[in-house]
């Protein structure tokens, strides 16, 4: 190959096209590369964790790691993974463009504080695990007000902190003070962060997958294949999904697995239709025309120039729909249908709702947590909108 | 690889379209009933030599792009050949059953991505023809990788060098297409044509969206590439300075046919249909003095879904031919054909014309009954641009009794009386072709007025 690259003529009018057009040689980018090599030890481990560990036993514990990981975790690293080599590889390889989004998303103040935040919820949800032990029940140490602040000392049954005046005042070992059972509230709030991550990720994963090739091949297609597929959609979108989750968890009980799956595999009619449509009206640009008439396959035309050009409305949708899978597990554990032994926000607020009128803390905490969440992912939502759609800044400047 | 240069009309044509068709059907109703045809492209014929510019011109809606993304296979043809003999396909013979080795719209696959090598195009709007998420440089390459070029460090050789040779700079190849002018966008988009070493290049009205000076500065690249190259061109564009300035020979279109093809000389020096002679009348001429009379083109361009019989172009030609027995002036003949039309569709509206006529004549004193009636039949006159007497006594006659009729609410025997008398052989016989020579041809009746009868078979029409 080596010796080929240097006499072989770097003009366009010298190539011999009847010696390359043989060539069926398929290169894998990078990315690809890069996503496989990744993902086959994490099936290999999947594989190992499924077959040779014990129901009871933790995955790592043949090297003497307590990690104990279920389908939810595999699943999670496996978007992580997907999200670093399609998504924040690319804005490092196209470092103009990545450039120029952020200079447009920069204009909008709050999306950018609102990214702040969800960096740090993704950071701490991501890290916190690792960093600090799981909430542990503690009876005697229930009740804890936040630092700074003081509850009356009849309310706890010892105060870990310093009573003054007949007040107990908070610890820094309990910065938000701990719950009825004594876990710490902050540490509750962390541990809540990873199940939102992964909340967030999976369904973000599995609703723009199913979206994504639903659209395209429904506008692509046409026909009675769109018509059925439309359909289809319709009837996804018409479906009772939390009654088909009640149902469920009725009958085989269910866990932060099954409500990621039933309500992702829900809700990417809206976002089928939205790709349809948007595919449509990027198939009429020029710029299609002119990659069929490069000689690309429809596969390539559509993989490299329909779907990252409807990215940018997919990608709004997306962050759009997050909040209401976050609410949906917040709404379900206040009502306690869900798995309680989960450290989710939902779970946190649920377990506080008795003791409001002492220890607000307990409610307020995740409560505001899980408000700013869903308003910086609103924030982002629109401004992503604006920032990611270099064509409609292009046509206002011409 | 394949011969190229040599005069204009010697030798084996690079490119030769045959009888082209694209018909659109249109479906209506619930079980996409077919209920007629969109005949945007009608069976039009010609051929681009080895290093020639051929200018294919007409008003928008003609059916010129239809045309070249038939001959591409960007959209599927409905009927005719398209017939390429570039990259070694040179000397075919047909086959047994009649079709040809080197028609286009049976290619299959694998002969279609390479027909691609050979043949490329450039678009009309610089603002879309551009992947807003891709940088230049990779959509021009992306070419090269798809037809099996996979050393990257190659493929970027080869662009930049040719980024360089359409005039912009080796750095632009990582720049985005919203950071380009849309002259610079349309250079890319000539680099992107070049860069698999095409024989032909279809340009499909490339500077018609660029302010004049840019345009001017692309036509010369244009050119300029051409000549290092040898590059034959299919250059489509409705304005006749551009041709004029870029072509070798000119194909004119009207409604998805063509009306006359020539040389470029012959064809500016000496229209030979009106149609021709009307699109010629709107560039301006250098010469102050020259007398060139500016002809407007009445009507509308008819649907190409109900194309008229006959001469396409009768309803709005300013030479429409007067039958034998009528001898009137020229425009004036051809607003009588309009009127006719505007009755025969009924689209006139006799009571607005009488209200109108009737607050004229307000004012004057006499018997107002009498005095409405003829100021309205003279006001409908006055309306349609027609002299209050005809030259001829035979149109005076049909046009007087048949506003006589339309006064008296007798719409139906106006139209018949009109329709009867009113004429003209443009309407009933398809024009053939008449050669001037020096391939020089057009397709209009006054050169050869015996032409073709329209088919009276109903049939036809579902071709």
Redesign the interface.
């Given at each position: 190959?080596a010796t080929e690259?240097t006499d072989?003529p770097?003009?366009?009018?010298e190539?011999d096209?009847t010696e390359?057009?043989?060539?069926?040689?398929r290169?894998l980018s990078v990315n690809s590369l890069g996503m496989i090599a990744t993902t086959l030890p994490l099936v290999a481990l999947f594989a190992y964790d499924w077959r040779f560990v014990g129901e009871r036993e933790a995955t790592f514990g043949a090297v003497g790691l307590e990690a104990d990981w279920s389908g939810i975790d595999f699943m999670f690293v496996f978007t992580l993974l997907l999200f670093c080599f399609y998504l924040v590889l690319p804005l490092y390889q196209?470092p103009?463009?990545t450039r120029?989004y952020w200079r447009e998303f920069k204009r909008n103040r709050p999306a950018v504080v609102s990214l702040g935040w969800l960096l740090v919820v993704f950071v701490g949800g991501l890290l916190g695990p690792l960093v600090l032990n799981a909430p542990q029940q503690d009876v005697l140490a229930g009740h804890q007000p936040p630092v700074f602040l003081s509850i009356d000392a009849a309310n706890v049954a010892q105060c870990l902190g310093e009573v003054r005046g007949g007040r107990c005042y908070g610890t820094w070992q309990y910065p938000l003070g701990t719950t009825r059972g004594g876990k710490g509230v902050f540490r509750t709030i962390v541990y809540g962060m990873t199940i939102s991550t992964q909340i967030a990720f999976i369904t973000t994963t599995i609703v723009a997958a199913i979206g994504v090739s639903v659209g395209t091949a429904s506008a692509y297609a046409g026909g009675w294949v769109d018509e059925l597929l439309m359909r289809f959609v319709d009837i996804v979108l018409s479906f009772p999904t939390l009654l088909m989750f009640l149902l469920i968890l009725y009958i085989y009980g269910a866990g932060l697995g099954m409500f990621i799956f039933v309500f992702s595999l829900f809700a990417w009619g809206g976002t089928a239709r939205y790709v349809r449509s948007k595919s449509l009206s990027v198939a009429e640009?020029?710029?299609i025309?002119?990659?069929?008439?490069?000689?690309?396959g429809t596969y390539?035309v559509v993989r490299?120039?329909v779907v990252?050009?409807t990215?940018s409305s997919i990608i709004t949708q997306l962050t759009l729909l997050v909040p209401g899978f976050l609410l949906a597990e917040a709404q379900l554990a206040f009502l306690e249908l869900g798995d309680s032994e989960l450290p989710s926000w939902g779970q946190l607020i649920s377990a506080g709702r008795s003791d409001l009128a002492f220890a607000p803390w307990i409610v307020l905490a995740p409560g505001i947590v899980l408000f700013l969440t869903i308003l910086a992912f609103n924030f982002l939502g629109d401004a992503l909108l604006d920032a990611l759609d270099?064509?409609t800044?292009?046509?206002t400047?011409? | 690889m394949t011969e190229r240069g040599g005069p204009a009309g010697s030798g084996e044509p690079l490119l030769s379209v045959r009888d082209l068709e694209k018909h659109y059907p249109i479906e209506e109703g619930f079980l996409s009933r077919r209920v007629g045809t969109t005949r945007a492209v009608d069976g039009i014929s010609f051929e681009i030599y080895p290093g020639e510019t051929l200018g294919l011109v007409g008003e928008s809606g003609c059916g010129k792009s239809t045309a070249a993304?038939s001959i591409?296979r960007?959209d599927e043809p409905t009927g005719g050949e398209v017939i390429f003999n570039g990259d070694g396909r040179g000397r075919a013979e047909r086959n047994d059953d009649g079709t040809h080795p080197n028609d286009v719209t049976r290619f299959d696959r694998a002969e279609?991505?390479?027909f691609?090598?050979d043949v490329?195009?450039i678009?009309?709007?610089p603002?879309?023809?551009?992947?807003?998420?891709?940088?230049v440089g990779s959509?021009v390459a992306?070419?090269?990788?798809?037809?099996?070029?996979?050393?990257g460090?190659?493929r970027r050789?080869?662009?930049e060098?040719?980024l360089e040779r359409v005039g912009l700079s080796a750095t632009d190849y990582?720049?985005?297409?919203?950071e380009f002018s849309?002259g610079q966008k349309q250079r890319v988009?000539l680099a992107?044509a070049?860069?698999?070493?095409p024989d032909l290049v279809i340009a499909d009205e490339p500077v018609s969206a660029l302010d004049m000076s840019v345009q001017a500065e692309v036509l010369s690249l244009i050119e300029e590439l051409q000549a290092t190259?040898g590059l034959s061109l299919l250059f489509i564009s409705h304005d006749m300075s551009v041709i004029e300035r870029i072509c070798d020979r000119v194909a004119v279109m009207y409604l998805g046919e063509l009306v006359e093809v020539g040389p470029v000389e012959e064809i500016f020096a000496e229209p030979q249909h009106p149609y021709t002679e009307a699109l010629l009348s709107s560039v301006p001429t250098p010469d102050p003095r020259a007398e060139r009379e500016r002809i407007e083109l009445s009507g509308a361009v008819p649907d190409p879904a109900d194309p008229p019989d006959g001469c396409r172009f009768h309803t709005r030609c300013h030479r429409v031919i007067q039958p034998e027995g009528i001898d009137l002036e020229q425009p004036v003949w051809r607003r009588l054909l309009d009127f006719r039309e505007l009755v025969v569709s009924g689209a006139i509206d006799i009571e607005s014309l009488r209200d109108r006529a009737a607050t004229d004549a307000a004012p004057e004193e006499g018997d107002p009954v009498a005095e409405g009636a003829v100021s309205v039949a003279e006001r409908i006159r006055d309306e349609f641009d027609l002299p209050r007497r005809l030259s001829d006594p035979t149109a005076e006659r049909a046009l007087g009794d048949a506003i006589g009729e339309l006064l008296e609410g007798d719409t139906e025997a106006a139209a018949e009386r009109l329709a009867s008398v009113i004429v003209t052989p443009c309407e009933t016989t398809v024009p053939g072709w008449t050669d001037h020579g020096n391939g020089h041809r057009s397709s209009c009746l006054r050169h050869r007025p015996e032409g073709r009868p329209i088919a009276p078979d109903p049939a036809t029409d579902d071709r």
């Open positions: 190959m690259k072989k770097d003009r366009f009018d190539v096209w390359l057009a043989g060539t069926r040689r290169d196209h103009r463009m120029y640009a020029a710029y025309d002119a990659s069929r008439l490069s000689g690309a390539r490299r120039h990252p050009n990215a270099p064509q800044e292009a046509e400047e011409r | 993304r591409v960007l279609l991505k390479a691609r090598r490329q195009m678009f009309q709007d603002a879309s023809s551009f992947d807003p998420r891709m940088t959509a992306e070419l090269l990788s798809v037809h099996g070029m996979t050393d460090r190659r050789g080869i662009v060098n040719l990582d720049r985005y297409p919203h849309g988009a992107r070049l860069v698999l070493n190259f």
